[in-house]
């Protein structure tokens, strides 16, 4: 199991993005570096994570618009841009899906209160989640 906590700790120490256009900017920079990936995010819906999607590997990137977190799936991060490595977290994992991540709701509340867990402990157990889990979860 991985502790959640401590990527996203160390992530808001990397950087906190000050204004929504920062994160938009962050978001056309990948895009235009990689131009097979296709954005899934409602900006007007107030999303807290963008995906990117990439047609044959599906879900590559996440990437929170708070804190300076990036997960990448490892079959894809030799295509992230150097220029990223410098300003993020870079969390390189194998898949999205699996149920290998726990956290400390309560420290996670205090230590990182820009990542807001939106759902019950019936819905996603926060000692056994993935990251599709968490990106509903906290969106």
């Known amino acids: 199991m991985n502790d959640l906590l401590k990527v996203l700790i160390e ?3 990397k950087m906190v993005f000050t204004t929504q256009k920062d994160f938009v900017d962050l978001l056309k920079e990948i895009e235009q570096n990689t131009s097979s990936l296709e954005l ?3 900006d007007g819906a107030g999303e807290e994570w963008a995906r990117f999607i990439h047609h044959e590997f599906g879900k590559v990137y996440m990437i929170n618009s708070k804190i300076g977190i990036i997960f990448a799936k ?3 991060s030799n295509e992230i841009p150097q ?3 410098d300003r ?3 969390s390189i994992v194998e898949c999205y899906d699996k149920e290998e991540w726990h956290v400390d709701l309560e420290t996670l509340r205090k230590s990182v209160s820009q990542i807001e867990w ?3 402990d019936d819905i996603v ?3 056994a989640f993935s990251l599709d889990d968490l ?3 906290t969106i």
């Open 11 to 13: 992530a808001k120490n």
């Open 40 to 42: 899934d995010w409602d």
């Open 74 to 76: 490892r079959i894809f």
């Open 83 to 85: 220029t990223l490595y």
């Open 88 to 90: 993020f977290i870079i």
């Open 118 to 120: 939106n759902t019950s």
């Open 125 to 127: 157990n926060p000692n």
């Open 135 to 137: 990106y509903y979860a």
